[in-house]
C-alpha cells in the first residue's frame, strides 16, 4: 500500500480578536482555497508569540507569510499580491 500525501500550501496569519483586518486577510485566503495558520495573539496557547512580536517592534496585525515563511505584510499587501496573482 502506498500512501500519497497531496501539498497543501499554507499561509500563517497573526491576528487578535475584533480586528477588521484580520477577518478580511483570512477570508480573502479562504476565498481563494489558500490554506492558512492562524496565531491569535490573545489565545492563550499562542502567547509565547507576544514576545517575539515585541521584539521584532510588530505594532500591528495581521502580520502575514507565505508558505515559504517570507514575510508578505499585512492585509494590503496580501490583497495586493493575490491581484497580482490573478492578472
Known sequence: MTLTRKFNPMF???SRNNCPFCLKAK???SGNGIFFREFNLEE???RWLLSLVRQADIKTVPQIYDMSGRYVGGYTEL???M???EG
Open 44 to 46: 492563550e496557547e499562542n
Open 27 to 29: 477570508e480573502l485566503l
Open 83 to 85: 491581484d497580482n496573482l
Open 79 to 81: 490583497k495586493t499580491l
Open 12 to 14: 500563517t496569519v497573526i
